[in-house]
């Protein structure tokens, strides 16, 4: 449930190439517009043939270490791979060994064909984000123009698990269902799926894809562990594309981990890390020092943070509330509790659930109210199916597109 805290807050946040094929404008005899279209249409015979379970023909162009990070003592390996789609030019991929947000690996991109010298202008023309087997991706796909009047477009896929990350990009015209199904054999191949085997051993996972105004623009990919002595924990962890306009794009990415009591929902520890474009927002440490006292560590907007929090009742575990709830365990038509969400980050902040009926399919509802806002979930048997708020003239929705229960 801390996945729809994170939503929320970025949403108040929100409200506050050059070397592939392109299009010449001067043909004569054929309309640009007719070109273009006819070009854009275009895909491989590999879209009809079963690449899924047949081996891809993948070109290892290099094997290293990825770029330095700070207070690591290895290097993750990373890998380039060039792989023949049908076309003129292959689709070219990148595997990393480590967690990668995948909004901020597609505005660097997007901002680095912009800023390219043979580039007159760059935008934005299609957004999307979904599910693959069992990883979410952003999906970003950018039209440009060049100084010498060619148009073209530059496909870029992101993914990521909390173990290894992947992007791919395919410069050319055309070829787009090509593109996404040679990426989605990758996903799929054994090599991808056995980090996905290897993942923290989990008693449920849920990926919620994010919709603001119907645009799929991001996911939150959240897992739930029990831990020893009645111990749980919930890990987050999402990632964002907004489109600010037509040529500019906001990344906002989130890490999150909460522990805590199973029987009785109090916060033990957590980590709240939040990024825009790269750049942190908040890196808080939260760990719970004597009865209903926290000690706060780490940063908010650059400033060096450290100091005690206390709470009344001490700190619940949304996620701990929102399962009473869906699984009929509390007969409190309402639950007003103290949680920690970074939007004042040395407070707790008060946040309500309440039960509101049920819809017309019977669906039971149930509010979560946080700062200003009110999200409504609607449950099922397995956690929630979507969930609805609205944040000035914007709606979002999220939608659970993948659970597995164990």
């Not at 791979?81 to 660097?108: H, Q, R, W």
């Not at 959240?222 to 306009?245: A, W």
């Not at 019977?362 to 397995?382: F, H, M, N, P, W």
């Amino acid at each position: 449930m801390k996945r729809l805290a994170l939503i929320v807050m970025v949403s108040l946040l929100w409200g506050c190439a050059g070397s592939g094929t392109a299009v010449k404008t001067g043909d004569e005899k054929t309309s640009v517009k007719d070109r273009f279209a006819e070009m854009e249409a275009r895909e491989s015979s590999m879209l009809n043939m079963n690449t899924s379970t047949g081996p891809l023909k993948i070109t290892l162009l290099s094997t290293g270490k990825a770029g330095s990070k700070q207070n690591r003592e290895e290097e993750p390996v990373q890998y380039e791979l060039s792989i023949p789609i049908g076309s003129s030019i292959n689709a070219d991929c990148y595997i990393t060994e480590e967690i990668a947000f995948p909004s901020v690996t597609l505005k660097s991109i997007f901002d680095n064909i912009g800023a390219l010298p043979t580039i007159e202008s760059a935008g934005i023309k299609k957004i999307e984000s979904d599910v693959m087997n069992n990883m979410a991706y952003i999906y970003l796909e950018a039209e440009y123009l060049t100084k010498d009047k060619s148009y073209g477009t530059a496909k870029i896929i992101a993914l990521s698990l909390m173990n290894v990350s992947l992007y791919c990009m395919h410069d050319e015209l055309g070829y787009r269902k090509t593109f996404l199904k040679t990426v989605n054999s990758l996903v799929n191949s054994d090599y991808i799926q056995g980090f996905a085997r290897d993942l923290i051993d989990y008693k449920k996972r849920q990926i919620d894809i994010v919709y603001m105004n119907d645009l799929s623009i991001g996911f939150s990919d959240d897992f739930q562990v029990n831990e020893e002595e009645n111990r749980k924990k919930e890990i987050v962890f999402s990632s964002m594309l907004f489109p600010r306009d037509a040529s500019q794009v906001m990344a906002s990415d989130s890490w999150d981990s909460t522990v805590y009591d199973g029987e009785t929902g109090k916060v033990l520890s957590g980590q709240n890390y939040s990024y825009t474009n790269n750049e942190a927002e908040y890196e808080i440490d939260l760990e719970e020092v004597s009865e209903n006292t926290y000690r706060l560590s780490g940063t908010f907007q650059g400033k060096e943070i450290s100091q005690e929090l206390k709470s009344a009742k001490g700190l619940t575990a949304s996620g701990y509330v929102f399962d009473l709830y869906q699984r009929n365990k509390t007969s409190k038509k309402s639950w007003i509790y103290d949680e920690y969400v970074p939007l004042s980050p040395l407070e707790a902040t008060k946040s309500t659930m309440t039960l509101k009926g049920k819809d017309s399919s019977g669906a039971r509802l149930l509010e979560y109210s946080i700062s200003s806002l009110k999200v409504l979930t609607y449950l099922d048997k397995q956690s929630y199916s979507h969930a609805e708020m609205e944040v000035g003239n914007l709606s979002f929705q999220i939608k659970r597109k993948y659970i597995d229960v164990r």
